[in-house]
């Protein structure tokens, strides 16, 4: 194996490291780790999925993300199939992914059992940027294509997460 190749390989183990850290930091509620894989300025494209698309700083969106996800019981995202295209310390990285969000049902937020789910399905294109910590995300593209389970879930768990936040 050449020098090269190990590069290489190291790189994308690297990369796809950086995409599941993505996951379990949001899964976890791990912020810390959550906010180690991007770059400080992060653009962020989930018009697919509700959300305005723009480039944020990337403190406000592991807040926004912190606010949203203390609303949900319980979240499982999965990364799979990374195709990674490596240009120097510039990457992408395009992986399929399935998200699970849960709230769990009560008299006050008005679920039944068996309406507590919501998942998306669909895959991410991750841009990457070599620096001297590491790679770290500097652009993420979400293309939902396709949607089950309860679609008010996550507007729910927005206002829940709001409401534990202010103590209302």
């Not at 390989?9 to 690297?14: E, G, M, P, Q």
């Not at 509700?50 to 609303?71: C, E, H, K, M, N």
């Not at 990674?84 to 992914?97: E, L, Q």
């Not at 769990?104 to 507590?116: R, S, T, V």
Request: glycine share 8%; net charge negative.
């Amino acid at each position: 194996m050449t020098d090269s190749n190990l590069s290489l390989l190291t790189d994308r183990v690297a990369i796809s490291d950086v995409v599941y850290a993505y996951a379990t930091g949001l899964d976890r509620r791990d912020w810390e780790l959550f906010r180690s894989i991007f770059t400080d300025s992060i653009k962020m494209e989930f018009e697919s999925a509700g959300i305005r698309p723009g480039t944020y700083a990337a403190d406000d969106w592991v807040r926004s993300a912190q606010r949203l996800f203390a609303g949900f019981s319980a979240t499982q995202h999965t990364s799979t199939n990374h195709v990674h295209d490596i240009r120097g310390d510039r990457a992408t990285c395009t992986s399929n992914m399935q998200a699970e969000h849960f709230v769990a049902p009560d008299a006050e937020n008005g679920l039944q059992e068996g309406e507590e789910r919501f998942t998306l399905g669909g895959y991410y294109v991750n841009e990457l940027v070599r620096q001297p910590e590491g790679w770290k995300l500097c652009e993420v593209t979400l293309n939902v294509t396709w949607r089950a389970g309860n679609p008010k879930i996550p507007s729910l768990a927005a206002k829940l997460g709001r409401s534990r936040e202010t103590g209302r």
